[in-house]
Each structure stands twice: as C-alpha cells, then as structure tokens.
C-alpha cells in the first residue's frame, strides 16, 4: 500500500517539506504545553485536581 501513497506523493513538487512541518508543528505544541504546565502556579493545580471530588458542584449540577 505504501507504494500507492509514495507513487502518488512523488508527482507533487516541494511535497517533502510537509513531514518536516508537521515534525515542527508537534513539536512546538508539546513544548509549549509543557512550559505551561510548569508555570501553572501550584494553587491552581490543587484546585483543579480537587474538582472532580468536589461536593457542592455535583450538588449543584444535578439539581438543576
């Protein structure tokens, strides 16, 4: 099968600057989260890890 994509792919001029963008692309992305994470002060860390055991939102939601 990959003969199919790589005959096909062939006809397309500049067509090998795609992997290398894609490659860039994720790569940029995955770093940046990463940075993110880091910075998040610890405070809001704690917040968010206590959301799903929260009482008074599941309370709140299912109420309504």
Not at 23 to 39: G, N, W
């Amino acid at each position: 099968m990959l003969k199919f994509i790589k005959h096909n792919l062939e006809g397309i001029d500049g067509v090998e600057i795609y992997p290398i963008i894609s490659l860039l692309l994720f790569f940029t992305v995955f770093v940046t989260m990463i940075f993110f994470v880091y910075k998040l002060p610890k405070k809001n860390i704690d917040e968010i890890s206590q959301l799903p055991l929260d009482n008074d939102n599941n309370k709140e939601l299912t109420h309504e």
